[in-house]
């Protein structure tokens, strides 16, 4: 185990539900990230939050919205999905080293969650 | 921009047969490169990065790579292939020399190594 977890593992919901991908890490990094794995696509960058505060957001749509609440917990609330949303969502977290400017640090990821959305 | 070239959907090798899988990379200033392998049903897992120094890099599992800046090449090695490396294989680059954290991945590679 990398000591990221997600939770839940799978995830079926409806066009207008509302619901919560939760990540936590074990490691005492201090930088998380979001990313969507969806078929026959590289992996998307979603999120970067770096002590607390989102560094990165790239293009997401609003139906996305994360919550970094503190360093060990992430979060990304979902509401009114498309189909097309249906994917593995991948939680990340490194510790950026302050010295080599925070560029250096490899990321862990968690198992992730299988969202399908109907 | 940076981004990740995988030439190969799939690659297959008998056991006990060395493996390469291919990556290429383009980013506009110097590169931080990694590759990571996920078995079904679960996350990514680092193998191994390169970041300065000695350009052939060893990793995890027994595996290794080697990075060849004219090239602009990482491909991932190992001498002698094992069933249990059947999987898929992400490799991913970060320019070092801007302020993104974000690694952008390859499509992946999926090894199949029979026994």
């Known amino acids: 185990e990398t000591g990221v977890t997600q939770t839940p593992r799978h995830l079926v919901m409806g066009m207008t539900n509302k619901k919560s991908l939760k990540c936590e890490q074990h490691?005492?990094?201090?930088?998380m990230y979001w990313y969507k794995q969806s078929a026959k696509k590289p992996l998307e960058l979603m999120f970067v939050y770096s002590l607390e505060e989102r560094v990165e957001n790239n293009s997401v749509p609003s139906r996305f919205s994360p919550e970094c609440p503190n360093s060990s917990h992430l979060f990304l609330h979902l509401h009114t999905l498309q189909p097309e949303d249906s994917a593995l969502y991948l939680c990340?977290?490194?510790?950026?080293?302050?010295?080599?400017?925070?560029?250096?640090?490899?990321?862990?990821f968690g198992p992730g969650t299988r969202l399908t959305v109907l | 921009a940076q981004s990740v070239a995988q030439p190969e959907d799939q690659v297959n090798v008998a056991e006990g047969n060395p493996l390469t899988v291919k990556c290429t990379y383009s980013?506009?200033?110097?590169?931080?490169l990694f590759w990571y392998v996920q078995y079904p049903n679960r996350g990514l897992q680092f193998l191994l990065k390169y970041i300065t120094g000695d350009n052939l890099v060893k990793g995890s599992y027994g595996f290794e790579a080697e990075f060849n800046k004219s090239q602009t090449s990482f491909h991932l090695k190992k001498p002698s292939a094992l069933v249990s490396d059947s999987a898929l294989y992400f490799c991913?680059?970060?320019?070092?020399?801007?302020?993104?954290?974000?690694?952008?991945f390859g499509s992946g590679t999926r090894l199949q190594v029979q026994p």
């Open positions: 991913a680059v970060r320019d070092r020399d801007t302020g993104r954290r974000a690694l952008t």
């Open positions: 980013v506009s200033g110097n590169p931080y």
């Open positions: 490691l005492g990094h201090n930088a």
């Open positions: 990340a977290s490194s510790q950026e080293d302050r010295l080599a400017g925070g560029k250096r640090d490899t990321q862990y």
